[in-house]
């Protein structure tokens, strides 16, 4: 493995692993959820907040981040550890997803995709290389390879024909890292005076570290198509890790979960997988159960910010008249900040009256149950007790229909 990227599965039970990634900026106790900052930040909540409910990596996303701040900006100002203030480990997704997603008048050549910018509408191009330089320029300690993404009903052809463009895309998103690489340190080693920072070990002096890149098995809900996609990546290199992408964009759950079990054999057990973009609680469960080290999800922070709370006995929307005098906290087991201290009356009252602290706490108390939820897990593997600790789990949180809607 790269140097500085260190993988170990301390304990199994079943398919479900506990380890510790080791990366440039710290290691993480895996199985982890990492929380999304898609823009340098993960809406509503400061790195502070983060470090504190215990969270230990962050995605942050190339195709948000080129089109605004700029990545040549970020990389001026000494990189996203710096810019955003967060000195643990980063991720940024490759914009694959983003560009097939939000970007209008996508044309898509065997050279790379041209899109309108949802921002303002200018126009772009993103190759394997372009995608790589902007990656670099960010400087996080995981990059993702840019990926051919397409939705979760799409038929065999069309996902096979994405997939193995994504194995094509991959090989030149190795060649220009290469290519990077060779032509000396990154661009971000010229760090700005960090005189004003408050602490004198914040943000670590190590402008220089390298950077791993993860593949994307692709292939759609088609587990040949999966399994030949992750033999071919597999050919190609030692990879540091692997991202499974394209699950959660539509298909049915059975679906998500046969392809993982179907790629568990594929995937050498002593490098992380990371299953791009899932994060509701039952899916992080069942997606541990199956192997998977890694998750992120926008779910938290974006239900936190309509008024959606997670808790153990299911979803709860504090909009709701019910909780106009409940003095109950959000989830009677968080020790989150929000919890330990306010009300679901409380909060209520601040989304009625479009507080800005009620999108905060409720962001804040999403995140902290995500990253408990993996703590959780990591101890029930660690004990092997995972599938009663499951089917506990997954049986309380179901016993409650949804009052989100
Ligand atoms: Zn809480």
Redesign the pocket.
Known sequence: MIEHFSFAVEDADGRARAGRFGMPHGVVETPAFLAVGTLATVKALDPEDLRELGAQMILANAYHLHLRPGDELIRDLGGLHLFMGWDGPILTDSGGFQVFSLATLRTVAEDGVEFRSHVDGSLHQFTPESVMQIERNLGADVIMQFDHVIPGQSDEAAARDACERSVRWLQRCVAELNRLRAGGPPPNTTLPSRAHLPTTEFPRPTPTYPQSLFPIIQGGIYDHLRRDAARAIRDLDDWPGFGIGGLSVGESKPDMYRILESLDGELPRDRPRYLMGVGFPEDLVEGVRRGVDLFDCVAPTRMGRNGA?FSRDGRLNIKRAEYRTDPR???EE???????RFSRAYIRHLFTADEILGLRLLS??NV??LVRLMRGARAAIRAGTLDAWSHEWLARYHSRPVTTE
Do not use: G, K, T, V
């Open positions: 709370a906290p959000l989830d968080c020790d989150c900040a929000a919890c330990r804040l108390h902290h149950f």
